[in-house]
Nanobody, 126 residues
Framework: VQLVESGGGSVQAGGSLTLSCVASGLNYNARCMGWYRQVPGKEREGVASIVTAYGNGAVLYYADSVKGRFTISQGSDKNTVNLQMSAPQPEDSAVYYC??????????????????WGQGTQVTVS
């Protein structure tokens, strides 16, 4: 499985930025895809995730810090996950990582639920 992120960069506070992640090699209908972020010296923290399983509707999870500002969505083929960042703030600056797991349902409990990770993309809000 490979995850390739794009869309990172610099953005002014209050602006908008969209991150995208394309997955290859995911073969199970049940899958979790999400975004985590990390700043130097801190643990990786969950931002949002989307879970699809066996034809049921997608379940979305958000960290409290981004609820109402960030939106996670999935492409129709379920191999792409986007994170739309609206009104980002300087504290949202971090390296953002795409994450994925398959064959099970994730509950957004922690990064240990995810088996596959992208290389990360830097987001800087000023």
């Amino acid at each position: 499985v490979q995850l390739v992120e794009s869309g990172g960069g610099s953005v002014q506070a209050g602006g908008s930025l969209t991150l995208s992640c394309v997955a290859s090699g995911l073969n199970y209908n049940a899958r979790c895809m999400g975004w985590y972020r990390q700043v130097p010296g801190k643990e990786r923290e969950g931002v949002a995730s989307i879970v699809t399983a066996y034809g049921n509707g997608a379940v979305l999870y958000y960290a409290d810090s981004v609820k109402g500002r960030f939106t996670i969505s999935q492409g129709s083929d379920k191999n792409t996950v986007n994170l739309q960042m609206s009104a980002p703030q300087p504290e949202d600056s971090a390296v953002y990582y795409c994450a994925a797991a398959q064959g099970r349902v994730c509950k957004f409990y922690g990064s240990w639920e995810f088996d596959y990770w992208g290389q990360g993309t830097q987001v800087t809000v000023s």
